[in-house]
Nanobody
Framework: QVQLVESGGGLVQPGGSLRLSCAVSGSISSLNPMGWYRQAPGKERELVATISRGRSTNYADSVKGRFTISRDNAKNTMYLQMNSLKPEDTAVYYC???????????????WGQGTQVTVSS
């Protein structure tokens, strides 16, 4: 069974920082592109950032220069360093991963359960 578990969310003041983590566990043969998405109340889920296995990155315009996505392939873990946080960054942040499993050549997409980030004074 494959699981994605996020951690690191919380309440922070505007201008503050948080670091999110996403740990992937289970019978994984290859962990491919990963990404962070977020969903604010009353809005659709949106892309925040993605990272390839080779560590090529892509960011939403709204977070460029403030957020940094990274991954540790040896630990099957992805991170999102969020600096200069704004109230509009408040949302539930979800981890996403595409991967293959042992004994199966197909690629599957998985989501984490989400972690709340609240930016407020």
């Amino acid at each position: 069974q494959v699981q994605l578990v996020e951690s690191g969310g919380g309440l922070v003041q505007p201008g503050g920082s948080l670091r999110l983590s996403c740990a992937v566990s289970g019978s994984i043969s290859s962990l491919n592109p990963m990404g962070w998405y977020r969903q604010a109340p009353g809005k659709e889920r949106e892309l925040v950032a993605t990272i390839s296995r080779g560590r090529s990155t892509n960011y939403a315009d709204s977070v460029k220069g403030r957020f940094t996505i990274s991954r540790d392939n040896a630990k099957n873990t992805m991170y999102l360093q969020m600096n200069s946080l704004k109230p509009e960054d408040t949302a539930v942040y979800y981890c996403n991963a595409r991967l293959t499993r042992y004994g199966d050549l197909s690629e599957y997409e998985y989501w984490g359960q989400g972690t709340q980030v609240t930016v407020s004074s």
